[in-house]
Nanobody
């Protein structure tokens, strides 16, 4: 079974930094695009950052210049470095991946979500 597991969330003060990590495990042939989403209290889930298999990146306007997404394909991991955090960054952050999973009869292209990790920015 393929799964994503996030880590690195916590409580920080405004202006501080956090680094989120997400590891994909299971029978995986390859991982295409990986993304970080977030859902703030009482709001819809939004896309925060995207990294393609080749390494190109995109960011939501609200985090440009402060957040950096990166990946380590050898470890099936994606990271989100968050600097200059603001109270409005408080949310549950979710890892998302589109990948080829290995099954006994064939490979299947799946979209997989992590369970989320809570980031709270407060003084």
């Amino acid at each position: 079974q393929v799964q994503l597991v996030e880590s690195g969330g916590g409580l920080v003060q405004p202006g501080e930094s956090l680094r989120l990590s997400c590891v994909a495990s299971g029978s995986i042939s390859s991982i295409n695009v990986m993304r970080w989403y977030r859902r703030a209290p009482g709001k819809e889930r939004i896309l925060v950052a995207t990294i393609a298999g080749g390494g190109s990146t995109n960011y939501a306007d609200s985090v440009k210049g402060r957040f950096t997404i990166s990946r380590d394909n050898s470890k099936n991991m994606v990271y989100l470095q968050m600097n200059s955090l603001k109270p409005e960054d408080t949310a549950v952050y979710y890892c998302n991946a589109h990948l080829w999973a290995i099954y006994s009869d064939s490979n299947k292209y799946l979209e997989v979500w992590g369970q989320g990790t809570l980031v709270t920015v407060s003084s």
